[in-house]
């Protein structure tokens, strides 16, 4: 029954822009479909890096201050992520564009931590300003970037529809991953010692002869993990 004018298909089909690097021009406008994930690893936080090279004071920062300020700004968002979750993986845009202007992408190590983050990140503020958490269908943060931009060559400039990714400083950043690391396993460790601390409470009382023939073996597999974490820590 195709009588009368229609349209094609192809006019409602994926919007590639919004699947592979989490935002389009045209937003909620576009043409073609932007489909948000019910599940995904990945959260995108719009806008929620100022960058000082688009404010009028920007002369007030030479490089090396403009790489400090991100490096501060970077590791205040990425210890508030960690109380959430284990991050992967954190992705700063300074495009120029509104869609991807200050754009933080947060990748967790699984699904339930990005859900949460989503429910919890939506009720912060960050420099006065609300924050907006949303699930990202962004899979890989190599194919959302933009190459040319890496080498100082992209001539888009605000057309550019791809990742202009700003990285902290390289020892900075993997001093930030390193401590999540260790907070990650001492958190573990003190649940290992929740988990035996019961355990040592009948101890206190005094042991009388039936009670120590009633005491049926246990099994003796925590210790060891709690030592293997031990040794993590300090390898
Ligand atoms: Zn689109
Ligand atoms: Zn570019």
Redo the contacts with the bound molecule.
């Keep these: 029954m195709n009588r009368g004018y229609h349209r094609p298909q192809e006019d409602r089909s994926t919007c590639t822009f919004y699947t592979k690097i989490g935002a389009c021009r045209h937003g909620e406008k576009c043409s073609r479909k932007h489909i948000k994930p019910t599940t995904s690893r990945t959260v995108i936080l719009s806008n929620l890096y100022e960058n000082p090279r688009l404010n009028k004071n920007e002369d007030e920062f030479n490089p090396k201050q403009l790489q400090e300020y991100f490096d501060q700004f970077f590791k205040d968002v990425f210890i508030r992520f960690s109380g959430i979750g284990k991050v992967v993986a954190m992705v700063v845009c300074e ?1 120029e564009n509104n869609h991807l202007n200050g754009n933080v992408y947060v990748r967790f190590s699984n699904t339930q931590e990005a859900d949460v983050a989503t429910e919890v990140l939506n009720q912060d503020w960050f420099n006065g300003r609300p924050v907006h958490c949303d699930l990202s269908p962004v899979e890989n943060f190599v194919e959302a970037n ?1 190459r ?2 890496d080498d100082n060559s ?1 001539t ?2 605000d057309h ?3 990742m ?1 990714v700003r990285r902290p400083t390289k020892a900075f950043e993997d001093g930030l991953f390193r401590s999540q690391q260790k907070s990650f396993l001492l958190r573990k460790l003190e649940e290992a010692r929740k988990q035996l601390a019961p355990k040592a409470e009948p101890e206190k009382a005094p042991v009388t002869a039936e009670a120590s023939v009633e005491e049926p073996p246990k099994e003796e597999a925590q210790p060891e993990s709690a030592t293997t974490m031990i040794q993590q820590l300090f390898a």
């Design positions: 495009n933009c040319a931009y992209c888009r400039g550019c529809n791809f202009h």
